[in-house]
């Protein structure tokens, strides 16, 4: 079960069970709900990991947080799309530059897979 891993000790597990989220986001699986208030927002938090060092930082952590913002941004919305698009550029000036490549990662990541024509 996705949650169970979610919730799991082990950080690969974890970062798997997001990663299954992104794909089940991208097959259209999930409500746009889902993404907006839960898919997202867990990204956003495996990216920006607030409290942690730059040498404690789990890139693969971000690694899997950037994929799946891409994954959700195939899906979804205008509204959405801008929405996370501006988070992730306030998130730039709060964190300032320990974090600004990651973020840009995520921005490029949301842009290169939202669907401009549908």
Known sequence: DVFIELMHMQRH??????????????????????????????????????G????QYDQGAAD?????IGHCCRVVNW???????????????LSGASREKMLIRAMCAATANFRFHK
Request: glycine fraction near 6%; aromatic fraction near 4%; charged fraction near 15%.
């Open 52 to 55: 942690v060092s730059m040498n």
């Open 64 to 68: 899997v947080g950037i994929a799946t």
């Open 13 to 50: 597990r974890r970062h798997r069970a997001l990663n299954k989220l992104g794909v089940a986001c991208e097959a259209g699986k999930l409500s746009t709900s889902t993404v907006v208030h839960f898919v997202i927002p867990l990204s956003l938090q495996l990216l920006v990991q607030r």
């Open 79 to 93: 509204k959405v799309f801008c929405k996370t698009l501006r988070g992730l550029s306030q998130l730039i000036t």
